[in-house]
């Protein structure tokens, strides 16, 4: 066995390895105790690593198939979670941090070879934009569990409204710089900084509907619209994310 394929099955192995490892976390990662984000924070670690040896068993980011591309989704949705680990609601880490084990259980379906990046992934706008996409897209879902555990809280409203606006301006001020690294990559692949492709025209429409959230702000009577927008935004990002890929067909499209 050469090098880079003793390394991608290294890599698989530890991916089973977290796999058993965000299950148990299940136990008690809910809890109030202080030990689950060292414990998280070991198993994103992990997580990383995995993802490191993937990416030099192929010399380059690990992204170029379905299985690294929801792999490194949840492990962008970990990483958020482990930012906001000081929320004690339950309804918020769970959701958060289902979101993320779903899209790592999903990843199993798909085959784990090596995949060697095609021509038109190699360059640095490649690299930047899509791990910038994954961070915000969880930062759209930790808006959409905020606003779940919202309506599920009698008191103390205002940390949720808090999640909830963090989410909106941070994800979409990642989300644009990632769109500029997608326009260049696009210019560099495809000659083109736009194309009336599925999955850029909804990151279009994914782009105007957050900046819209952020703009109920200038409405009062509109600010009641948040939470709900939130938990709508979460499904327009599953279509712009996943259903390009699967309903609609994309350029983007893993092969």
């Known amino acids: 066995m050469d090098t880079a394929n003793y390394l991608n099955h290294l890599s698989i ?9 965000y299950s148990i976390y299940w136990l008690f990662g809910f809890t109030g105790k202080k030990l689950r984000f060292f414990v998280l924070l070991g198993i994103v670690i992990l997580h990383l690593v995995t993802m490191l040896l993937r990416g030099i068993s192929i ?3 690990p992204l170029t198939n379905k299985f690294e591309s929801f792999n490194a989704f949840a492990a962008a949705t970990f990483i958020i979670l482990l930012i906001y680990s ?34 038109l992934m190699l360059t640095i706008w490649y690299a930047l934009h899509v791990p910038m996409s994954f961070f915000c897209y969880a930062l759209w879902v930790s808006s959409m569990s905020a606003a779940v555990a919202r309506y599920f809280t009698s ?8 999640l909830i606006d963090s989410g909106f301006q941070y994800g979409l001020i990642v989300f644009s710089i990632s769109m500029i690294f997608g326009g260049l990559w696009g210019y560099v692949a495809w000659g083109s900084y736009f194309l009336w492709d599925a999955k850029v025209v909804w990151s279009v429409i994914i782009w105007f509907f957050y900046a819209t959230c952020l703009h109920l702000d200038y409405w009062p009577a509109a600010k009641r619209f948040k939470p709900p927008m939130a938990i709508f935004g979460f499904f327009i990002l599953l279509m712009t994310y996943v259903g390009t890929s699967f309903l609609i067909g994309s350029s983007h499209s893993f092969r």
């Open 86 to 119: 000081k929320v004690e609601s339950h309804i918020y880490r769970m959701l958060l941090f289902g979101v993320g084990y779903g899209f790592y259980v999903a990843a199993i379906v798909f085959p784990k070879g090596l995949n060697y990046a095609p021509p």
């Open 155 to 162: 008191d103390e409203k205002r940390q949720f409204d808090q």
């Open 13 to 21: 192995v530890l991916y089973w390895v977290c796999l058993g490892a």
């Open 59 to 61: 010399e380059y980011f």
